[in-house]
């Protein structure tokens, strides 16, 4: 993979300095027009094999508008982190699901335009080849501030520009604890959480919603919130575009009152291996929907008669308002295990000096005159401890 690094400076102060890489080895769709959004770093006018002056930028002003449009994408990038940098996790586990999904030609829509070949077909290999070049977003946003643009990989930050700035489908906005046991409770006094809990309030653009639009009828039931339960993998696509999707002719969507029952249609799916809410994911939502008689059907729970099972025969009726990721309980386990070997790594330095002086410290007592008096005497124990196991040995049998 070929790299070059382009430095824009103006009487000796350093604008920027964005690492690019080949797109050949990615295979990404070459962009059709020289003013299209994407082809900032795809362009070969922008992949200079040295630095250039500000002089040599300031007769091309295609090249330094490129410049600046990319550090436009990179401070909105930063500015969706500063925000909610625990939000936008779970925006970005959500598309990486779908993209990793053996259905993702059905669950990963949209796709990204600068991964869609003809026919809209997605070019998942090149796509999930920058998926898995993806830093954890902590790390991105401590770059991005301290400004080290040359530890940025170009195909990365479009990417994540796409998901977390461009893609206008819903935002989310991440809950602290005690509105997340308050939000379950008031649907489930109950329930009970098996793992670490994340919420997040699905924000949907202002447009009109067809909840919204739903003619009233009389005696109908207002709107109200029950939990849904499905693999991770479909809630990008539902949570853009709807559960229109998601609908067959007789196709039944299944709510509950109870939230451990929405877990159960909730197993444990692999999501983004660096995502802050663990690698493994139970995902359920609190959804809205519209009463009608002719539709929605209520039924009690056979298993647990405090139940009550909801099917709504109509993908018009429902929108997500919460979505729920609920870690594995080996998540925590996992986390810490990799927190131990990231600090052996961090202090591989200072252990093997450590172990190394260790050790001389032990040749020279070994060798010495008061070595001797010592291996003798743990000799003596050893012999005594081995002597105690024979006897104890004997004496059950």
Not at 131 to 160: C, G, H, S, W
Not at 196 to 222: M, N, Q, T
Request: glycine share 4%; proline share 4%; hydrophobic share 40%.
């Amino acid at each position: 993979m070929s790299t070059s690094n382009t430095t824009i400076t103006k009487d000796g102060d350093s604008l920027a300095t964005l690492k690019t890489q080949s797109s050949n080895p990615k295979h990404h769709k070459q962009p059709s027009s020289s003013h299209d959004d994407n082809t900032l770093l795809q362009s070969s006018e922008y992949d200079a094999q040295s630095a250039f002056s500000y002089d040599e930028f300031e007769g091309n002003s295609q090249r330094l508008e490129m410049a600046a449009h990319f550090l436009n994408k990179i401070q909105a990038l930063r500015s969706v982190l500063e925000s909610d940098i625990l939000a936008a996790d779970a925006k970005w586990t959500l598309f990486v699901a779908a993209a990793l999904s053996y259905r993702y030609d059905c669950q990963l829509i949209p796709c990204p335009s600068r991964y869609t070949e003809e026919h809209s077909i997605c070019d998942i290999d090149a796509l999930v080849t920058v998926i898995n070049d993806t830093p954890k977003l902590r790390v991105v946003y401590q770059n991005i501030v301290e400004k080290n643009f040359d530890e940025l990989d170009a195909d990365v930050m479009e990417l994540l520009h796409w998901v977390l700035v461009e893609l206008k489908g819903f935002n989310l906005r991440s809950l602290d604890p005690e509105e997340i046991n308050s939000l379950i409770h008031s649907i489930d006094a109950k329930a009970q959480l098996a793992g670490p809990a994340y919420a997040f309030e699905v924000i949907s653009p202002s447009s009109v919603h067809p909840l919204e639009e739903l003619p009233k009828r009389a005696g109908d039931k207002p709107n109200t919130l029950a939990f849904y339960g499905n693999k991770l993998d479909t809630f990008y696509s539902v949570i853009n575009n709807g559960f229109r999707l998601q609908a067959t002719p007789k196709k039944i969507f299944k709510l509950t009152n109870d939230f451990n029952t929405s877990l159960q249609l909730s197993p444990p799916c692999p999501g983004w291996g660096a995502s802050q809410c663990g690698p493994m994911i139970s995902c359920a939502a609190l959804c809205e929907f519209a009463y009608s008689s002719e539709l929605v059907h209520f039924h009690t729970n056979e298993n647990n008669k405090k139940s009550v099972n909801i099917d709504v025969m109509s993908p018009d009726l429902l929108r997500i308002r919460y979505i729920f990721f609920i870690a594995s309980a080996g998540s925590k386990q996992r986390r810490s295990r990799r927190g131990f070997f990231c600090w052996v790594r961090r202090h591989k330095y200072s252990l093997s000096l450590a172990t190394y002086v260790l050790l001389m410290v032990s040749i020279g007592i070994a060798n010495s005159s008061s070595g001797h008096a010592i291996k003798d005497f743990l000799a003596k124990k050893l012999n005594s401890v081995l002597d105690f196991c024979k006897h104890a040995t004997m004496i059950e049998s």
